[in-house]
């Protein structure tokens, strides 16, 4: 029996842009999905997240099929063109009406709300007027509009994250581009990334200075990363893997629980990585009440030697490979999931103690882990046997590393139900539930009633 703390947190999680549709209603302002996903050659066979799993009319339905689950938590992202359809300026109270709403909906079924403030879905206006995440004004920007979320929800929110996968911003929309805003660039990933991290800094401050104490909730950031192992014993490779951690998790974990980038970065970027100045440190150092981990996958790591070329997969989650001058290998036994990620257990188990020894101990909440599998509708069912193995096996690596004295406290599938899945369009099935594209009629599979018991039960047998 594998018996979880009685604080632990079971939940499920999904984003705006991936479910809610009504992208041209209540009041909702354009965003940079909106014009990837209209422009022709972005998304796989050109699908568009116009109407996506139309949360936007069902929520309440999903929220009852949530309860009806068992289901204890549930990780949202608002969209910021919704509350702001051009990024700044006065909020649209249709959209603070829609997630008002949304929150007393989940409240009244008992199921608690964790809220992101930015998935991705940064409004167009500021993209064309200002560059988007390229602008070191965008942070303030930002800092404004979570403090528009923490007025009108954190009487009722009390769990905040500010970003989701800055990682993914950075890379995906600035480096190999598949994407929004689908830019392709070298060092423009981390001016991205920089001005990300002032932006969490900057709006949490505005939290902990204004709101924290009288709203009694926490907040923080989620960043992914995927375990990296050395491919061979030698110390190259030892160290390839290291690095590897270090520009993808580091990059943004750092800062944050050390103080500064990773000495690797620095070191091998040199002026391509801007510098923190002394406010922007004060701001970002110990900015996070817990430390959200999105983690999906594990690949082997080799050393290459500078100037030779590394193999790169877009969607390999190896960043700017030649900048590390490392390899990333799967082991051909490793059995996969639909997106060709590896489903490798005991890479969840080690990457979490290495965060719990970097970092100093922090409270982790996995705030995604799920796999994407072929659900087929059978007889009016979806048994999906692969999936409940596959949290199975996560969860237990989870509970290892707890007993080893790691503080993971918390574990929300990716996702509710299947959705969106950004520039693979609806062909990706994460989901708990089944969606029957294109009537969008919701089946919970089997998975969802097995993990709706675990969650009631805190026990795995």
Known sequence: MKVFPDSFTWGTATAAYQIEGGWQEGGKGLSIWDAF???????????KGDIACDHFHRFREDIALMESLGLKAYRLSLSWSRIFPQGRGEPN???LRFYSELLDCLLEKNIVPWVTLYHWDLPLALQVELDGWLN??????????????FEHFGDRVKHWI?????????????????????????????QVAHQLLRAHGKAVRVYREHFQVDQRGVIGITNNADWREPYTDSDKDHAAAQRALEFYLGWFADPIYLGSYPDCMRGR?????????????ALIRDSSDFFGLNHYTTHYAA??????????????????SDDQDVRLISDPSWEKASMNWNIV???????????????????????????????????????????????DQYLRAGHEAIEAGVNLNGYFVWSFMDNFEWALGPSMRFGLVYTDYPSLKRIPKSSAHWYGQLSQTNTLA
């Open 162 to 190: 500010t970003l989701n996968e800055p990682w993914v911003v950075s890379i995906f929309g600035h480096n190999n581009g598949v994407m929004a805003p689908g830019r392709v660039s070298r060092d423009e990933p981390y």
């Open 37 to 47: 996903t209209h422009t022709p050659g972005k998304i796989l066979n050109g699908a």
């Open 136 to 149: 070191p004004a965008l942070p303030d920007i930002f800092a404004e509009y979570a403090r528009t979320c």
């Open 93 to 95: 109270p249709e959209g």
């Open 345 to 391: 257990p005991w890479g969840c188990r080690k990457l979490l103690q290495w965060i719990d020894q970097r970092y100093g101990h922090p409270e982790i909440i996995i705030t995604e882990n799920g796999c994407a599998l072929n659900d087929e509708i059978v007889d009016g069912r979806v048994e999906d046997p692969k999936r409940i193995a596959f949290i």
């Open 303 to 320: 050393h290459v030697e500078p100037g030779k070329p590394c193999k790169s997969d877009p969607y390999g989650n190896g960043g700017i």
């Open 269 to 281: 970027l040199q002026d391509r990585l801007p510098r923190f100045n002394q406010e922007d440190l």
